[in-house]
């Protein structure tokens, strides 16, 4: 199930303020148009910025998600009835014959048992066609980013059509593979406070490799996430038959 920060319609409203300019994505821009990808599918789209870049270039775009608020903020944007958007994950999925499936941010993190992962993996693979690839960010877990979370600053932004909202980022629990933390807003406008509790899964280069392998995937290339070097690995896969 979606965390709060993605379901709870307040939240999901204030998102894209807080996540910043997003210059990750100008990458998976790129890996498209290096693989010719005409039909893109992109798995935990959020609030559709990528989405929306994506199907702004003239391809074909499923933007598919779990978060109903997120969907419904992804919704409002220009441009958004050039996507077709989904609310469900990588099992409820469509015969789509993608080109390429991305998973950006911490979408491929979120799968915290290998069986959520498994079945993630194999609804990907049925969503693509035949040679499809599969393109996915994953944090390095030796560059430890929680030692970073937990020496952040509260943010506090003025958010159009909400007023001033500040957030806190805490840490409470790290039991590798998996990292829990928690942000905390407050709505100064009048005073609510609403919380979200998150909790990733860093994987190995190593494991992650086998798991692609068994679940019907070749690894084309492994490469640094270029806003962000030596942070992440960006997986270049594809679907084997």
């Given at each position: 199930m979606p965390d709060p920060l993605f379901t709870d319609p307040r939240l999901a409203a204030v998102y894209d303020a807080f996540d910043g300019p997003r210059d990750d994505l100008a990458?998976?821009?790129g890996i498209a148009d290096e693989l010719g990808a005409e039909r893109v599918l992109d798995l935990g789209c959020g609030t559709g910025s990528l989405a929306l870049l994506l199907a702004a270039g003239g391809r074909t775009v499923v933007g598919a998600d779990p978060a109903a608020a997120s969907l419904a903020v992804a919704q409002t944007k220009p441009g958004a009835d050039r996507v077709r958007w989904l609310h469900g994950d990588a099992?409820?999925?469509p015969d789509l014959a993608a080109d390429l499936a991305v998973l950006t941010g911490n979408v491929a993190q979120?799968?915290?048992t290998d069986d959520d992962?498994?079945?993630?993996l194999?609804?990907?693979r049925a969503a693509l066609r035949p040679g499809g690839h599969l393109v996915f960010e994953t944090r390095r877990p030796e560059r430890r980013a929680w030692v970073d979370w937990a020496a952040a600053d509260p943010v506090a932004l003025d958010v159009p059509g909400t007023g001033r909202v500040e957030?806190?980022?805490?840490v409470t629990g790290v039991h590798l593979p998996l990292v829990t933390f928690r942000f905390t807003y407050r709505f100064l406008p009048d005073g609510a406070v609403?919380?979200?509790?998150s909790t990733l899964r860093f994987?190995?280069?190593a494991e992650l490799t086998q798991d692609l392998l068994t679940h019907g995937f070749r690894v084309l290339d492994v490469r640094d996430a270029p806003d962000r070097p030596g942070k992440e690995y960006v997986f270049v896969t594809q679907r084997v038959d």
């Open positions: 990458a998976y821009l099992t409820t999925l979120v799968f915290l992962w498994a079945r993630t194999g609804g990907l957030q806190r980022l805490q609403l919380t979200s509790e994987r190995e280069r």
